[in-house]
């Protein structure tokens, strides 16, 4: 796949665990393809800002944080909600660094770390925060809540963009017995989306998304990964 959004730069300041929260069984997603993934919803939706963003497996926030800081010009809020209420706490930590509160909170924190250990990592934590703080234009407003994205959803909303890393085994799977998996995460997901919502999902290249309820935009492979864009039929 060619990108044409995601920037071939160092996404460093944005490593899990240096200024961004990271706990055990937090999966990292690579932030140029999150960008990428995106900005080419964002060329198919025909409202191109004040976007209303949604990770229905929004897991530690990591990738709803990224995209709340590289997108600060076109994302009004952001949605998240996951069948993990400890994954939602660190989501709530992490979206929290995305306002000059919670970003100078962070950066004590560091500075504290660095007092103690005066570990280089810390120094580099610290400008790494210092960076991302001065990236901080506008004040997105999130919202966190607990759901199973197999069952009904009530988002009150309805979603301009939904980004979602789905499970795939390994670190997280789905936590369900069904079958069919990714027709029943389409058949929630219709439910809550306009005509205009553009769904990014990323996941294993293996998996197969079918759902006659959805059209299919796009679909490229990327290593291990595929991500799919679809609308509403
Ligand atoms: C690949 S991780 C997502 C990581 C997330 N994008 C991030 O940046 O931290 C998949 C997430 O799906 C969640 N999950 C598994 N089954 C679920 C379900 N039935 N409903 C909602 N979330 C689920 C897991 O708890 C996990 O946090």
Same mark, same amino acid.
Do not use: A
């Given at each position: 796949m060619e990108y044409r959004y995601g920037k071939n730069i160092n996404y460093e300041d944005f490593s899990s665990g240096r200024v961004l929260y990271?706990?055990?069984?937090?999966? =990292?997603?690579?932030?140029?393809l999150a960008q990428e993934i995106y900005r080419r919803c964002l060329e198919h939706s025909p409202k191109k800002n004040d976007i209303a963003l949604?990770?229905?497996?929004?897991g530690g926030g990591y990738l709803l944080t990224v995209l709340g800081f590289l997108n600060q010009d076109t994302i009004r809020k952001i949605i998240g909600s996951d069948?993990?209420?400890e994954m939602l706490n660190v989501a709530e930590k992490n979206l929290s660094l995305l306002h000059e509160e919670g970003i =100078?909170?962070?950066?004590a924190e560091i500075e504290q770390m660095i007092a103690s250990f005066q570990k280089q990592s810390h120094i580099e934590a610290r400008k790494s925060a210092i960076k991302l703080k001065s990236m901080i234009r506008s004040s997105i407003e999130f919202?966190?809540?607990h759901a199973d994205a197999?069952?009904?959803i009530n988002l009150g909303e309805k979603p301009d963009i939904i980004i979602t890393d789905l499970?795939?085994? =390994?670190l997280v799977d789905w936590n369900s017995d069904e079958e069919n998996v990714i027709d029943k995460l389409l058949d929630s997901l219709h439910g809550i989306c306009s005509s205009d919502t553009i769904?990014?999902?990323?996941?294993?290249?293996?998996t197969k998304v079918r759902n006659e309820k959805f059209i299919r935009l796009e679909r490229q492979k990327i290593g291990k990964r595929k991500f799919e864009i679809l609308r509403k039929r």
């Open positions: 990271h706990v055990k069984g937090m999966t =990292n997603f690579p932030v140029r949604y990770d229905c497996c929004c069948i993990d209420m =100078n909170k962070r950066i919202k966190l809540f197999l069952k009904e499970p795939y085994g =390994n769904i990014g999902i990323c996941m294993d290249k293996k």
